[in-house]
């Protein structure tokens, strides 16, 4: 028995039977341009279950990607992440073509990741390992395969593509604030966006989800439970769980936001145009004022204000859990390894404030340490 899927790139097929022991079989195979394509497919794999000609085991590597990308994970994760998953296929599909995923072995994926790495960041090695981690670990429990053959793999990558993230110092941070306040124009809110990323650390699409109803005056909170699809210009959940939060602001935030609360639009950023700044329009904008402030950051772009927003927070001894909470992540190893560069950077002088504090154990006027317990 065959059943059709119209997917995003053409049509899948997933063909039923059962085995010599009445064990429930399937197959599927996506990328038929048409139905009547994957129906002729779908007849000649049954005839040759029927003869006994397959091996029901021996699915080629990229082939099982695919199918496992468009069972559990196409209509779960957003566009962007989808496209993500379509690019890392056709990695697979060039790198393996038709390998049967028991003959890819954990020699054959090292030699794969190190052709990948060689002009890749580390970063986008390191997405593409996990997510084709999770493929395979699928498969083991399929029991296509008995390994996991993505185990105790030595990630390699183009070391010239290591970005470490610009952030602003204290004096450039204020600088911008300033500039930023003295333009301030409600009828266009990407200034605002920006003075928002400044004080919260939130994402580019957290702060567009906003509305008045996420902002508590009174408490001086920001709720953040969604972001925002700038491609279909509607709300889509948080980028995990763990960033659904509650955030402290100040006051000095609460006033500049106040500025737009008359808008007639729940939404609190929406512009003199009825619609929400683009990722391409508060970039824009940050540029510009950057270059007002004869602030020269190569590749400083919106989200670098979130990791301005960390350095300062670190520079001034916040704890670093607070931190994790304050941006949203599920935990503080997140965290902790993101923002190792900042970390170590203030670690000197959090061991110096260390080294004063055991300093003051030892009473250097000879006063007996119980006179100063009293």
């Not at 393996?96 to 052709?115: G, H, T």
């Amino acid at each position: 028995m065959a059943s059709y899927r119209k997917t995003s790139t053409g049509w899948g097929v997933r063909v039923s039977w059962r085995d010599a022991d009445g064990e429930l079989k399937q197959k599927y195979k996506a990328g038929f341009k048409t139905k009547n394509e994957a129906r002729l497919y779908a007849i000649s794999f049954e005839n040759d279950v029927a003869n006994n000609n397959v091996d029901v085991r021996e699915v080629p590597f990229a082939d099982y990607f695919d199918e496992w990308f468009q069972l559990y994970k196409e209509n779960k994760v957003s566009q962007v992440t989808a496209n993500r998953y379509r690019i890392i296929s056709r990695e697979l599909h060039h790198a393996f073509e038709k390998i049967n995923i028991k003959k890819v072995d954990r020699r054959k994926y090292q030699k794969f990741i190190n052709s990948y790495g060689a002009d890749h960041a580390p970063e986008t090695v390191k997405k593409l390992n996990s997510i084709v981690r999770a493929c395979v670990k699928s498969a083991v429990y399929d029991d296509l395969i008995k390994k996991d053959f993505t185990q105790n793999v030595s990630l390699t990558w183009d070391k010239s593509r290591e970005i470490t993230v610009d952030y602003l110092n204290i004096s450039e941070i204020q600088t911008l604030i300033s500039h930023t306040q003295s333009k301030l124009n409600p009828h266009f809110t990407s200034r605002y966006m920006i003075l928002t990323a400044i004080y919260t650390g939130a994402r580019l699409g957290e702060i567009q989800a906003l509305t008045w109803k996420d902002i508590n005056f009174n408490w001086r909170t920001i709720s953040i439970n969604k972001s925002w699809d700038a491609l279909n210009n509607k709300f889509k959940p948080t980028k995990t769980e763990g960033s659904t939060r509650i955030i402290r602001i100040n006051d000095d935030l609460l006033d500049i936001l106040e500025q737009l609360h008359h808008a007639d639009s729940g939404m609190v950023f929406v512009n003199q145009y009825g619609t929400i700044p683009t990722s391409n329009a508060v970039n824009k904008t940050l540029r510009s004022l950057l270059q007002d402030c004869d602030i020269n950051r190569q590749g400083f772009h919106f989200h670098s204000l979130r990791h301005s927003h960390v350095a300062y927070l670190l520079s001034q001894g916040a704890d670093l859990y607070a931190i994790s909470k304050r941006l949203g992540h599920t935990d503080m190893t997140t965290t902790s390894k993101r923002y190792a560069y900042l970390i170590d950077e203030y670690k000197a002088k959090s061991d110096d404030l260390i080294e004063l504090l055991l300093d003051n154990l030892t009473n250097k006027k000879g006063t007996h340490s119980a006179d100063v317990a009293k």
